[in-house]
């Protein structure tokens, strides 16, 4: 199929995106809250989003926020936690080979848990628009950059997330992404070895290996059930429009 970069994609890709973006505010709000909390002045959290925009790790840094920093700290957990982003984004080289690496490479950068996870949906219905892609992960950071500002903003209104339940969007956020993902019990295969292998690593060793284990143990988990499983008639981009 061609591979294309259309304005009719970009707003496919936006609309798509969009009952994700409302937790993702959600969960970005705290995030500038927190940062507020932890000593971090607006500059510094805009910087970390624009540099490290991935929620994950930027809320799991927070608590080493105190000068003097301790980068190296600071520094492996954001490469342990961000490891998921090389499956992720590998995922992508299929649609985006074909393309310029100024293109490719800035689309990467703002690729999202949430944005991926709906563009690969569409990918796998047919979808080769890229402008897809771009709006699903123009919906997210449009989604996440306000609402961190407003969250460090109203940071002395709101002295307690867990009594709004605004802790919880991240995991709800997740779980969507999740059962929305789910097509035939196939899928609980590499779910399972995923989540058990995570529980043990986080069980047994200390920081967020678990991350990095259980993302390897699911796809190990898919590649190795990948070659009994039958092909699927892919529709056209057409179709899927």
């Excluded at 979808?127 to 996440?144: S, T, Y």
């Amino acid at each position: 199929m061609t591979i294309e970069i259309t304005r009719s994609g970009f707003v496919r890709g936006l609309r798509a995106t969009l009952p994700l973006a409302i937790p993702v505010a959600a969960y970005g709000a705290v995030y500038g809250l927190l940062a507020q909390q932890a000593g971090s002045t607006a500059m510094e959290a805009t910087l970390l989003n624009l540099f490290n925009f991935a929620g994950a790790s930027q809320m799991a840094v927070l608590p080493y926020w105190d000068h003097p920093l301790p980068l190296l700290t600071i520094a492996v957990t954001t490469a342990l936690i961000n490891l998921r982003l090389v499956l992720l984004t590998a995922s992508l080289r299929p649609w985006l080979k074909s393309l310029p690496a100024r293109i490719v490479y800035p689309v990467l950068h703002n690729v999202s848990d949430e944005s991926w996870s709906v563009a690969m949906m569409r990918y796998r219905l047919g979808e080769r628009d890229v402008g897809v892609l771009i709006g699903c992960n123009m919906a997210v950071l449009f989604a996440w950059f306000p609402s961190t500002l407003v969250g460090f903003l109203l940071s002395d209104r709101i002295p307690d997330p867990e009594r709004f339940g605004l802790d919880f969007a991240f995991t709800a956020v997740f779980a969507a992404m999740l059962f929305a993902g789910y097509r035939s019990r196939r899928d609980l295969t590499p779910w399972f070895a995923s989540g058990i292998v995570a529980v043990i690593v986080w069980w047994l060793l200390p920081g967020t290996w678990y991350v990095v284990a259980g993302g390897i143990a699911g796809v190990t988990a898919a590649v190795l059930q990948a070659g009994g499983q039958p092909k699927v008639e892919i529709p056209s981009a057409e179709e899927v429009r």
